[in-house]
């Protein structure tokens, strides 16, 4: 499968900042996502990245907050927009090869920990 | 409103015996299911899946068996071993969709 590289891998922030995490697959790949993991709790789905046009929110997250670019089949980049303690969470890149469609498994980057201050 | 629920947090099990990891659901429009295996600072590995149209996936020491009718998933393994201990995820999708819904998580330790 494809690999999937996450930069930065941690960071400790201070609390109304930005960080820009970058995700980059060694081949291109249909779909691209990204997900949030908060202490404690599930992976959850914040947005699927669409290449060439705006990213695709899940209910509770929005573009002002999680702006998200994908300029082309290989890389993606999320934001994490005026951040608060509540931000701290690891944050997952994952990607779906192939075709793309249904009954795929997406595979994951190994995550950015985010610590906010 | 959980969709995707893994009601045990934390399961022990000595090596060489079978795990068993269980999850449940309740959306009715899922018709694919995955478990991931993490370790910690590494992100979520796919194990296995399973369609709907199937009601028993088999690799290697891992099986998925799938009961629809009572929304119910289980990951078998066997025989466990030491490098199993990890968080195991469910997950599922459905409704034409490919985007993913997770279950919290079970912590698996596997003792020698």
């Known amino acids: 499968s494809a690999v999937i590289s996450q930069k930065p891998s941690r960071d400790i922030c201070q609390r109304g900042t930005s960080l820009t995490i970058q995700c980059q697959v060694d081949?291109?790949?249909?779909?691209m996502f990204w997900y949030r993991q908060q202490p404690g709790q599930s992976l959850t789905l914040i947005a699927t990245a669409n290449q060439g046009s705006e990213a695709t929110y899940e209910s509770g997250f929005v573009i002002d907050k999680f702006p998200i670019s994908r300029p082309n089949l290989t890389f993606s980049t999320l934001t994490v927009s005026n951040m608060s303690p509540e931000d701290s969470s690891i944050y997952l890149c994952?990607?779906?090869?192939?075709?793309?469609?249904?009954?795929?498994?997406?595979?994951f980057g190994d995550g950015t920990r985010l610590s906010i201050l | 409103d959980q969709q995707v629920k893994q009601n045990s947090p934390s399961l022990s099990v000595q090596e060489g015996r079978i795990s068993i990891l269980n999850c449940d659901y309740t959306?009715?429009?899922?018709?694919?299911f995955l478990w991931y295996k993490k370790y910690p600072a590494e992100g979520p590995t796919f194990l296995i899946s399973?369609?709907?149209?199937?009601d028993k996936n088999e690799d290697g020491r891992f099986t998925v068996f799938l009961n629809k009718s009572a929304k119910h998933l289980s990951l078998h393994i066997v025989p466990s071993q030491p490098g199993d201990s990890a968080v195991y995820f469910c997950?599922?999708?459905?409704?034409?969709?490919?985007?993913?819904?997770f279950g919290k998580g079970t912590m698996l330790l596997v003792s020698p």
């Open positions: 081949s291109q790949v249909t779909m």
């Open positions: 399973i369609s709907s149209i199937k």
């Open positions: 994952s990607v779906l090869e192939g075709t793309g469609g249904i009954n795929q498994p997406q595979h």
């Open positions: 997950a599922a999708s459905g409704g034409g969709y490919s985007t993913l819904t």
């Open positions: 959306n009715s429009m899922f018709d694919y």
